[in-house]
């Protein structure tokens, strides 16, 4: 990627993401989504999350469903910044 090459992002509250991964998918194919912000996924922390051609991050919060993720596509320079007390 490029520094004049755009970056497209997309934000989803899937309020569960397990049984509507054909729809995230679809999402991230469609519209050639780059950085997809997930929030409300409800994923456990035990439990695996990955999506082909994408590198994910996520969080486990205390409270039920408030686990977030975020899906680079491959090849995106990033890196995860620890923050105590989150």
């Known amino acids: 990627m490029t520094r004049n090459e755009a ?3 997309a934000s989803w509250n899937p309020k569960g993401v397990r049984g509507r991964m054909l729809e995230l998918d679809h999402l991230l194919k ?17 439990e695996a ?17 408030g686990e977030t993720a975020i899906l680079f596509r491959r090849g995106i320079f990033h890196y995860a910044v620890p923050v105590q007390g989150l």
């Open 49 to 65: 999350f990955r999506r082909a051609n994408y590198v994910c991050h996520h969080t486990d919060l205390i409270t039920e469903g």
């Open 30 to 46: 469609q519209h050639g989504i780059d950085i997809c912000l997930l929030t409300d996924t409800h994923l456990r922390s035990d």
């Open 7 to 9: 970056l497209l992002l």
